[in-house]
């Protein structure tokens, strides 16, 4: 599929797919709407803890889990973090992606991300540990594993199929007791869908641009 690059309205880019008129990020702010919803309503949550374990379902230009590494660092947090993956952004593509430059800081750490191998254990800095799994969401099988799971799958407009009762029992069970899945989306359906599984649900202020998110916690 076509991928465009596009600068969204704090000046991060993010990747815009015309086929489908939908993007990696909100155009109102790649860069806010990751530190809003993954970092302010999920990460957080966990700055207490030694070390965290985390899933993104939706790895894509590792937005998220670069400001999950920087965010954790300062915080003095330990993260083990996987991200989960069918389609992966290439090297070139990455160049396009200005994540590092925004936050003043230099190319390598976010670019080392990329660069590691998939399907094995990378350092990327002592803190931080990931491993990237070339996998469809169908296909997650982790069970009792995740402390945090940040769900930033394509819109349900556009991939209804990744929104459903099915795949979010997958996450549910890959969960630990008192694991949070975070999720940029607040419709009703998807709502009612997390509930079904057992997820007891909060709905949060979202990001610059939208008013409301989720958040689901298995109690
Ligand atoms: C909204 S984007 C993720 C954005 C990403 N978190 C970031 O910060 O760039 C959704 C991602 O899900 C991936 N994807 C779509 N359908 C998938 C599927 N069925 N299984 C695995 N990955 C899928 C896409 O390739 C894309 O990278």
């Given at each position: 599929m076509k991928r465009q690059f596009l600068i969204t309205a704090d000046g991060s880019t993010t990747i815009y797919l015309p086929e489908w008129n939908e993007n990696y990020?909100?155009?109102?702010?790649?860069?806010?709407?990751?530190?809003?919803?993954?970092?302010?309503?999920?990460?957080?949550l966990f700055y207490d803890f030694k070390e965290v374990t985390i899933l993104e379902v939706g790895f894509g230009t590792g937005l998220n889990a670069y400001l999950t590494l920087l965010d954790a660092q300062s915080k003095n947090l330990k993260v083990n973090y996987v991200g989960a993956e069918a389609y992966p952004v290439s090297f070139d593509e990455i160049r396009h992606c200005n994540y590092p430059e925004q936050l003043n800081k230099t190319r390598e750490v976010f670019e080392k991300l990329h660069t590691s191998e998939w399907e094995k254990d990378s350092i990327i800095i002592d803190t931080f540990i990931i491993k990237k799994r070339k996998q469809f969401f169908s296909e997650i099988s982790d069970e009792n594993k995740f402390n945090l799971i940040y769900f930033d799958a394509f819109g349900p407009r556009v991939q209804p199929e990744l929104w459903t009762v099915d795949q979010f029992q997958i996450l549910f069970k890959s969960l630990k007791q008192k694991g949070?899945?975070?999720?940029?989306?607040?419709?009703?359906?998807?709502?009612?869908?997390?509930?079904?599984?057992?997820?007891?649900?909060?709905?949060?202020?979202?990001?610059p641009g939208k008013r409301e998110m989720l958040r689901a916690t298995k109690l």
């Open positions: 990020h909100s155009k109102h702010g790649a860069i806010q709407e990751a530190e809003h919803v993954f970092l302010k309503m999920g990460l957080s949070v899945l975070v999720t940029y989306s607040a419709k009703g359906s998807v709502r009612r869908a997390l509930q079904e599984v057992g997820f007891t649900v909060e709905r949060l202020p979202g990001p």
